[in-house]
């Protein structure tokens, strides 16, 4: 239990489903609420299936282009803190990331369920390398990779609700209330990647033959 709890707040955290809800909300304005909850229901398989592709198969990209786990957790960490001083530092941007083009394109098109809602908006690279790293942390015990895609499935569910109830969220919350979660979430997402940095940097000083 206590890996899903880690497996699942860390991803929360990072993914931060709160706060794609502007942009959520933003593109299906003109949808049915059927429609919305299509769009709802695919962005969250499409991020559970990005999940589970970085998840397993992330350490054979890592290991064609030669990029040692250690090295992907700094650089992973550097752009989880970065992700977390945007929602700590910053009000939210109702583009999250997509540029007008982009948004404009995804209003045009029926399905914007791969893009923008899931890539870039929730699985971005932040979540990725941070899949990635976790593999090897519980690649040896299957009882732990069943757990960690049990959490993963937990958080493509929590994103399906969060994506259905956007535009009800959004009144309730109301802009300040969303900046609010998101700082919150923001400090958590900071931790998180300052603890990839400094446990790679250990292991890399740790791996020095200093002899």
């Known amino acids: 239990m206590d890996i899903f709890i880690y497996i699942f707040a860390a991803l929360f955290s990072v993914i931060n489903p709160l706060g794609a809800i502007p942009i959520f909300v933003g593109l299906t304005q003109d949808d049915t609420l059927k429609e919305r909850q299509r769009i709802s229901f695919w962005t969250a398989i499409n991020v559970f299936i990005i999940m589970i592709i970085s998840f397993f198969v992330g350490q054979y990209v890592l290991a064609f282009f030669g990029i040692s786990i250690d090295a992907l957790r700094i650089a992973g960490g550097f752009i989880i803190v970065n992700s977390g001083f945007t929602l700590l530092n910053r009000k939210f941007s109702k583009s999250r990331g997509v540029n007008k083009e982009v948004e404009t394109d995804a209003q045009k098109r029926n399905d914007i369920a791969l893009t923008p809602l899931a890539i870039p908006m929730l699985a971005g690279p932040g979540s990725i390398s941070l899949l990635i790293a976790m ?19 937990a ?10 109830s956007s535009h009800y969220l959004s009144r309730i919350l109301g802009a300040s209330g ?6 919150i979430i923001g400090f958590i997402v900071i931790a998180i990647g300052i603890q990839y940095i400094a446990s790679s940097v250990v292991n890399i000083v740790e791996s020095i033959d200093f002899g």
């Open 135 to 153: 593999y090897q942390d519980y690649k040896d015990n299957i009882t732990s990779l069943i757990i960690a895609c049990c959490a993963m499935a």
């Open 155 to 164: 958080m493509a569910l929590s994103i399906f609700l969060i994506m259905r």
């Open 178 to 183: 969303i900046v609010a979660i998101s700082r």
